[in-house]
């Protein structure tokens, strides 16, 4: 097996690799701290590629640029752990060449040998340590997401005879699925009002990456008219690369919050002007795929009422762009001010947003567009199968709708 990363290569060790792996493991500064001894030769490296390097899922750290160990990451699933895991759960150690560090090169691979975990080994939880005064171990932990377990306290060490401090941490592979979540908030508004807070509240409980823009302040163009992304491509538009940022973070995010105040029983204006350019996105015209997998949050307020028709506003949009679970959330601030907002009011605020949160996470990964986005997406195929715009028609056939692909299946 063979892993990759953006500056870095995974591979199987290598007899060849002993000059190298001396070179590194010599360094006192490595060894002791990670709970073993200095290598003492050539000769003595070698034999540890030969007896311990080269059990399965133990790989060289190597730049991708010349191919050279300079550390080493491994994973030893059940039995093979030093904390006797069962066959569902893996235990990671790793180290790296003194030249190597604080480049952050040691998480990039860790988090990568995650993936391979969870994702290819189909692991459910994976454990990792470091022994008392190894803060640079306990930060890879911590970036990469490991929280803390327990401590093990006064054990003895075999591998240098001695006594030892173990603190453990644990990562699950829903906790490495929510951190791994991607979440943009399309803000209707410039200001941090009640509709901020709260957006911002719910995607600080979804956690994971989260990107923002705020309307018009990123973009706050009006749709012309011209017709120029349904009839012939979206990149005719005028506003095209103005866009492009927020289509991007959209596309890449697993969740979707539009934020909206109420103005006049409905959305912002400058809300309603962005979602006008996406009018080529919706089922009717040239949906994007990846829609159909993910989930979509309205959230609006309104010192009185409106949120109703507000959210809808919003999640129309949702709907025809083939969002596969879409998620309402208005409410009566009774004020025009955040921090005039009761505690009251508040406190339902944070039971709400848990409550999509929960719900938002047990699905990430595992949604599924409603019937009734099927059904009107089978509809629109029947339309598009007879054709009567070609950019769209040429769309859906080079997708393989119009046949039996499906943009919510796994190809």
Known sequence: MELFTERLFLRPWNESDAESLYEYAKDDRVGPIAGWHVHTSVENSLEIIRTVLSVPETYAVCLKEDNRAIGSIGLMI????????????????????????GQGLIPEATRELIRHAFEDLKLETLWCGYFDGNEKSKRVQEKCGFTYHHTDKDIHWKLMDDIRTDHITRL???????????????????HKGSTYH???ILADKI????????????????CCGCTQ???????KCPHYEKLAPITKAIDNADVIIL?????????????????DHYGWRWMVHRPEEKMFKKQGVCISTAAGGGMKSTNKDMADSFFYWGVAKIY??????AAIDWNKVSDKK???????????ARGIIKRNGKVKPSFKTKGFFLIMRLLQKKGWNEADVKYWKEKGWTDKKRPWKNR
């Open 78 to 101: 059940g039995k093979q752990s030093h904390i006797n895991l069962p066959d569902t759960e893996g235990e990671i150690g790793y180290w790296i060449g003194v030249p190597f560090w």
């Open 172 to 190: 699950t592979k829903e906790e490495w699925r929510v951190s791994k979540m991607k979440t943009v908030i399309i803000h209707g508004q410039s």
């Open 198 to 200: 709260i957006a911002r």
């Open 207 to 222: 956690s994971g990456d989260i990107t923002e823009f705020f309307l018009p302040r990123d973009f706050g163009e009006f």
């Open 229 to 235: 992304c349904f009839v012939n491509d979206e990149k």
């Open 259 to 275: 934020a909206s105040p109420v103005y006049v029983y409905h959305t912002t204006g400058s809300m309603k002007a962005f979602l």
């Open 328 to 333: 309402k959330y208005g409410i009566g601030v």
């Open 346 to 356: 508040k406190s339902s605020i944070e039971k709400a947003t848990d409550s999509i």
